[in-house]
Every structure is written in C-alpha cells, then in structure tokens.
C-alpha cells in the first residue's frame, strides 16, 4: 500500500535560519506533489505543487525539490520566522488512483525567536 | 463566495447515536474528500468522491458511510458512534484537473461519549 513518510513529527530551529522539511513515500509513482501548510484548530492550507518533471520550485522564501528516483521531496523555510510556526503536511498525488489524495503525517515546525 | 462549509462545527454524541456531517462546497468542484484528525495519526481519508453519484473507499472507512447526491455535497455519516471516532473531521474539494490543490472546510469537532 502507498506509504508517506515525513522525516520527524517536530523540527525546532532559531529564527532567521532554513527549515528543511523531508518526505519519503513508497509504493506508488505520483504524477505532483503537494505541500500544505495547518495552524491549530484549522484546515490545511495549500502552499505549493511541483510537478515530477520539474527539479524544483519556489515561492517567496519557501523552496520544494522533487527527486522521483529517490521518491522524495524537499521543503525549504529560508529566513524563517516565528509566524512560520506550524504543521507541514505532504501529499505525493495523481498517477495512481484517480482522485485519491493522501497525506503524510506531519512535521510540526517551532521557529524561536 | 464561501469554499468550502462544514457543518456543525462541534457536537457531542452518546455511544450508538447515529449523526450526519455536511460538506457544501460552492466552486463547482468535482471531487470531494471527508478526513479525521488524531493526534499523532495526522489527516487519514476516511472516503472520497469523484463526482456526484460516486464514493470510493480510503484509508479508514469502517465505520462510516457517504453519499454524494448533489455535486456540492457530501455527507459522511456515522451509524452507531463508537468512542474511537471521536476525533476532528475535515472536508476538502478539489477539481479534477491533477495540478490543482484541495481546499479544505473549518472542520468538525467530534466526541463521542
């Protein structure tokens, strides 16, 4: 079965430094993936999709790379902030089940000023 | 324009009650997705659908039951509620095209005593 992992369930880093967030899935080959982003009590927000043809992509400071061979992808905080505080969920999606969208637990990420 | 719109936002259920949650979406999505939320399990399909008429299966869907009568909604219902789903269930809807993100609804705050 499709398996997602994301590399720890908690990452604390010092304001101003990159968080770099992993996720590893097996089992399934996805066309795109998702990063989202969810504060308490809330939904998950959408950030950023890369496509398995593209190495990488950016917006503003967040940076994902995508490595279909190693069946992982990267997320990038450059300058974090406190405000960057918050649950980062993956979803490896598409090439398999149509419509089936999967996510990875988690990283929760703690930027202290 | 709304989103996505789940209701109710709370609710408290005794063991074997039985209750329906509604998802309502408004951007003329075709496909829609109920999640629960436990700590530390992250976000878990329970089922989806890809257009009005159909339901598929997810991860954990024992327990619970769908129906996508109408395009903009899509009901997940408990039958007899048991202390195990007592959890924190979210919508979300896409379109069907693969590079589009999901969006999700406020969520609903679950307990079943």
């Known amino acids: 079965s499709q398996k997602i992992e994301q590399n720890s369930e908690a990452l604390n880093i010092q304001e101003g430094k990159t968080a770099t967030l992993t996720c590893n899935y097996t089992?399934?080959?996805?066309?795109?993936l998702q990063w989202y982003r969810q504060d308490p009590g809330r939904g998950p927000v959408f950030l950023l999709l890369?496509?398995?043809?593209?190495k990488e992509k950016r917006k503003e400071r967040l940076k994902v790379t995508f490595d279909t061979t190693l069946k992982q992808s990267l997320f990038h905080i450059t300058a974090s902030q406190p405000a960057d505080s918050a649950t980062y969920l993956c979803a490896p999606s598409g090439g398999g089940s149509q419509g089936n969208l999967i996510f990875g637990k988690g990283t929760k990420l703690s930027v202290k000023p | 324009n709304a989103g996505v719109t789940q209701t109710p936002k709370f609710r408290v259920l005794k063991t074997g009650q039985s209750m329906t949650l509604l998802c309502a979406q408004d951007?003329?999505?075709?496909?829609m997705y109920w999640y629960r939320q436990d700590p530390g399990m992250g976000l878990r399909l329970i089922h989806y659908?890809?257009?009005?008429?159909?339901?598929a299966k997810g991860e954990v869907p024992d327990g619970y039951n769908v129906s996508r009568l109408k395009k903009q909604n899509f009901l997940l219902g408990l039958e007899s509620a048991a202390p195990s789903q007592t959890s924190v269930y979210f919508c979300?809807?896409?379109?069907?095209?693969?590079?589009?993100?999901?969006?999700f609804g406020q969520g609903t705050r679950l307990t079943v005593v």
């Open positions: 890369i496509r398995e043809n593209e």
């Open positions: 089992n399934y080959s996805p066309a795109y």
């Open positions: 659908s890809v257009g009005e008429g159909t339901t």
């Open positions: 951007m003329n999505h075709e496909y």
């Open positions: 979300a809807s896409k379109q069907t095209v693969m590079n589009t993100e999901a969006f």
